[in-house]
């Protein structure tokens, strides 16, 4: 199933493909935000709501209409890694994500993986933070961004020293 996106405030159509699925109008619409918005938001839906599948959908917008393969980086709570990468799956087959997670000798091999999108939690990104504030990443997206309450915080102080052409964060 096709949707259009209307990505420019001349209202021009760019055409994204899922296949068979659909989005909510609410989701269409922010995923229109996000498209507009493009770098360093915020996206503050109601829980339930699908932020998942719109910020999918918009790293899926990103590398299809502008070419931007990746590398994209989701932080997200260990409670919620299966469901993102289910969703990433179902909204997004094309992508190449991978998992960074588990012990030492898990993470050193999971590094030599290529990728679209690369999975972790708050924990891994704070044991790993040379390493992942070594790559240069064109997306950032961080679930549960009431966790970067303020700019003391350790995750903050984490994520502000990394190369990153946009951020987002959900909450």
């Known amino acids: 199933m096709m949707f259009n996106l209307l990505l420019t405030d001349s209202k021009t159509e760019a055409e994204v493909w899922h296949e068979s699925l ?14 507009h918005s493009w770098c360093n938001c ?7 709501l699908g932020k998942t599948i719109q910020t999918i959908s ?12 990746g590398p994209f ?16 799956q179902t909204w997004a087959p094309q992508m190449n994500a991978v998992v960074y997670l588990g012990d030492i000798t898990s993470r050193n091999m999971t590094k030599r993986l290529k990728f679209n999108i ?3 939690t ?18 950032i997206g961080v679930d549960e961004a009431h966790r970067l309450k303020n700019d003391d915080s350790l995750l903050y102080k984490t994520l502000i020293d990394f190369n990153c052409t946009h951020f987002s964060f959900w909450s």
């Open 118 to 120: 690369l999975l972790t």
């Open 73 to 88: 980086l989701l932080v997200v709570p260990l409670s919620t890694l299966t469901s993102w990468q289910r969703e990433i």
């Open 122 to 139: 708050y924990e891994i990104l704070l044991k790993d933070k040379s390493f992942l504030g070594g790559l240069n990443w064109v997306f």
């Open 22 to 35: 659909e989005l909510r109008d609410y989701q269409l619409n922010g995923l229109n935000w996000l498209a």
């Open 58 to 69: 918009f790293l899926n917008y990103l590398f299809h209409e502008h070419q931007l393969y």
């Open 42 to 48: 915020i996206l503050a839906d109601e829980m339930g």
